[in-house]
């Protein structure tokens, strides 16, 4: 199993672009996430998905977008980047309530 | 009051000495604990997961889980240079919502 794997790597975007981070666990986990992690600080929940057509916010939803058509795939869509964005995105996921939480690898974002 | 809460340190300690990491949560109907430990640059993997009050032990790793007080701790015995690392705490707390809540994290130091 590679588990969860999230593409891009790293990614630099300028002002006012768009792009999909993608996600993907083969793990057929209901239970999927999409966090933000600032240099030095915490994980900040941005949407999550409990089953494919289900999705919800987080903490910090504003300026992204989610969608759930299989149960493999997560995407994470930046609308309109903005300098406030650049910060490392983790996609997780797991199979249930009270169940671990498997991480991917992660995406490094720089917004200019 | 932030609903997990942890000391952000750093918390230094020498080589083959006890580190404790300690976690408060703020909500007593929740059921799963978890501990995640996340080196520099890298993502959060899983070290040990608790369910019930007490001790739980694997390897070098103990937690402990007083929910009575809404405590739970992290102890590494033995610690080494490669323990270095933040350590998040994460909660499934009552709340509905269907997502861990993490702790800042703890940095943790070991001396050589």
């Known amino acids: 199993n590679a588990g969860v794997t999230q593409t891009p790597k790293f990614r630099i975007l300028k002002i006012g672009q768009s792009m999909t981070l993608q996600c993907t666990q083969d793990?057929?986990?209901?239970?999927m996430y999409w966090y933000r992690q600032d240099p030095g600080m915490g994980l900040k929940l941005i949407y999550y998905?409990?089953?494919?057509?289900?999705?919800d916010k987080g903490e910090v939803p504003n300026g992204y977008n989610v969608s759930r058509s299989t149960t493999e795939d997560f995407p994470l869509r930046l609308e309109l980047a903005a300098p406030s964005q650049t910060s490392v995105y983790f996609c997780?996921?797991?199979?249930?309530?009270?169940?671990?939480?498997?991480f991917g690898p992660g995406t490094r974002l720089l917004v200019l | 009051q932030k609903e997990v809460e942890q000391n952000s340190g750093p918390l230094s300690v020498p080589e083959g000495a006890i580190a404790s990491l300690n976690c408060t949560y703020s909500?007593?109907?929740?059921?799963?604990f978890f501990w995640y430990r996340q080196y520099s640059g890298k993502s959060p993997e899983l070290i040990m997961s608790?369910?019930?009050?007490g001790d739980k032990e694997d390897g070098r790793f103990t937690a402990q889980l007083n929910k009575a007080s809404q405590y739970v701790s992290l102890l590494i015995r033995d610690s080494q240079p490669s323990d270095s690392a933040t350590y998040l705490c994460?909660?499934?707390?009552?709340?509905?919502?269907?997502?861990?809540?993490f702790g800042s994290g703890t940095r943790l130091q070991v001396q050589p």
């Open positions: 997780a996921s797991r199979r249930g309530e009270g169940e671990t939480q498997y």
């Open positions: 793990m057929n986990h209901n239970y």
């Open positions: 998905s409990v089953g494919a057509g289900i999705t």
């Open positions: 909500d007593r109907g929740s059921q799963s």
């Open positions: 608790i369910y019930s009050n």
């Open positions: 994460a909660v499934e707390l009552d709340t509905g919502r269907r997502a861990l809540t």
